[in-house]
């Protein structure tokens, strides 16, 4: 493995939505001593079919060794990268957080709004709020966060998808690109 060409990279598997199909997708990981970084799994549009989204560090002779492993297995249907600049990509993180006094509470709702997070439980001691981002804005938030105290903290993995094209028929169109910004969402 070539350590300067390691980065995160981000696949997309399709794969029969059925038992044991994500236990032999991460034991063909395991197999060849590739750690999952983030591991994000549910059914699309099809209920027999699962998304499975990885994330996993290596380069690109490894990803390629893995997107052919995967390839092989009965169960999976499709192997794709997402390559960052031709892909979406967002993660949910809740916080609860220390807050004890109407003042900490009002701090907090401001870092909230700041960060287009939901407040989604309020108590007397603690707020909870959901992000929804990239990994940098969730170490952002969080970081701000630690000053009053993180009572816990859960992150989903990263969800992914590729932009731009869609398929209609036989016939692949370009959908209008324009950005929204890395901090919509």
Do not use: C
């Not at 967002?90 to 807050?99: N, S, Y």
């Not at 109407?102 to 108590?123: G, H, K, L, Y």
């Amino acid at each position: 493995m070539n350590e300067a060409n390691v980065t995160r990279r981000t696949l997309s598997v399709l794969v029969e939505n059925a038992a044991g199909v994500l236990s032999q997708v991460s034991r063909l990981f395991s197999r060849k001593g590739y750690n999952i970084e983030s591991l994000a799994v549910g059914t699309t549009d099809d209920p027999a079919v699962s998304r499975i989204t990885i994330e996993v560090w290596a380069d690109k002779p490894m990803i390629e060794q893995i997107m052919n492993q995967l390839r092989k297995q009965f169960s999976v249907y499709s192997v794709q990268e997402l390559l960052p600049e031709r892909s979406i990509r967002r993660e949910l993180v809740m916080f609860k957080v220390r807050a004890e006094t109407p003042d900490i509470r009002n701090e907090i709702i401001q870092i909230a709004n700041i960060f287009r997070a939901s407040i989604i439980d309020v108590s007397l001691k603690s707020l909870t709020l959901a992000l929804i981002g990239d990994e940098t804005k969730a170490d952002a938030m969080q970081k701000l966060l630690e000053a009053f105290g993180i009572l816990e903290l859960v992150r989903t993995g990263m969800v992914a998808l590729e932009r731009g094209a869609y398929t209609i028929g036989d016939e692949t169109k370009e959908q209008t690109e324009f950005n929204l910004g890395k901090n919509f969402l």
